[in-house]
């Protein structure tokens, strides 16, 4: 009948005037045989955009532990990851090899640190900035200081990985980002210790005192003292890292600080009978900071609690949220677990 493509043209109309305003979410799965999921899952519109700073670092990891930390963000998805390196290196023989993986030129090894008087990344173009300078590094620039200050008073992301919490012991504004730091000569003049006791309560302690101090690097427990952070969301209360170092006796302003997290060491030759800060957040301005002491050397960076609590730490501090998911391999309080560390061929 030649009337017949009419009619279902017109019930075909029918049926999308009534699903019109209806937001739909289709599931397409392949015919594979195989149950698929995550294909409405929304997709970000570009990634977001994170800057390792390093160049200078008592620990003889940095070069490697640059390359390993911008791998795993890129391997999230979530993140386009720049490396800015001071023009002046110093510790990186160890791992010299990794040097050119970051793609920022050439650069001079000294023995010692020294300034980088051209030092100047510009923070603004990112939405995280993640710290890989250690003890003894040399100061930034004046400018340098300033605009990271202004890029954390505006809303600013950054992350501080282990030794960069023993950096810039002079700058006041970074340490009131970092909210507790160790070693360059911090007293009580820079801040209390903070920490937890065996009972579980939360010290403020304003007693004269060094700050930095670790037993040798061993696995130890980590316990959660916030569960319902995002960044923490969802991990076991307490779990066990790889060998690494649990850093006590930190002390600074401890402004805005929120301590997610403590280490008790168990080596046998700890510093402190007590619970050490770890895992921490602080609000600067309208800026957010995680703040890791985890992560010694590419033995501890390969921990899956310390990749994930690094990735969500960056992630919220970039946008206040976490959607990366707490894994199957994330490790217990009964057994630690690693993932070895494979470089991508197409690292550059």
């Known amino acids: 009948m030649k009337f017949l493509p009419y009619v279902v043209m017109f019930l075909l109309s029918l049926n999308l005037s009534a699903t019109s305003g209806t937001k739909t979410h289709c599931l397409y799965k392949p015919d594979t045989g195989k149950e698929t999921k995550d294909y409405n899952e929304p997709k970000r519109n570009a990634p977001l955009k994170a800057l390792i700073v390093d160049g200078q670092n008592n620990h003889a990891v940095w ?104 950096s810039f012991p002079d700058w006041l504004e970074y340490n009131k980002m970092i909210g507790l730091g160790g070693w360059g000569d911090r007293t009580e003049k820079d801040g209390p210790y903070v920490y937890y006791t065996n009972e579980g309560e939360l010290i403020r302690d304003i007693s004269p005192g060094k700050s930095g101090a670790h037993g040798p690097s061993h696995i130890f427990p980590i316990t959660l003292r916030i569960k319902d952070h995002p960044i923490t969301n969802g991990m076991p209360e307490v779990w066990l890292t790889t060998e690494d170092e649990c850093y006590a006796q930190l002390r600074g302003p401890a402004e805005n600080m929120t301590i997610l997290a403590t280490g008790k060491d168990v080596s046998g030759k700890a510093p402190t009978d007590r619970h050490e800060p770890m895992l921490m957040v602080v609000d600067y301005g309208e800026g957010r900071i995680f703040h890791t002491a ?30 990366i998911p707490i894994p199957h391999d994330f490790p217990t309080a009964e057994e630690s677990s690693s993932r070895v560390f494979k470089l991508k061929n197409d690292s550059k």
């Open 294 to 323: 985890l992560g010694h050397d590419d033995f501890s960076i390969e921990s899956v609690g310390f990749i994930i609590s690094f990735l969500r730490g960056a992630e919220w501090a970039a946008t206040g949220k976490v959607t």
């Open 63 to 166: 070069p490697k532990s640059t390359i390993m930390m911008k791998q795993y963000l890129e391997e999230t998805g979530l993140f386009q990851v720049d490396v800015y390196r001071t023009k002046f290196t110093w510790g990186a023989e160890r791992e010299k090899e990794y040097l050119p993986l970051a793609g920022v030129g050439e650069t001079t090894d000294l023995e010692n640190p020294q300034q980088d008087p051209n030092f100047f990344p510009e923070f603004k173009n990112y939405d995280v900035v993640i710290s890989n300078f250690g003890w003894k590094a040399a100061d930034w620039p004046e400018n340098a200081q300033k605009a990271l200050e202004n890029y954390m008073s505006s809303g600013g992301g950054f992350v501080s990985v282990h030794a960069a919490n023993n």
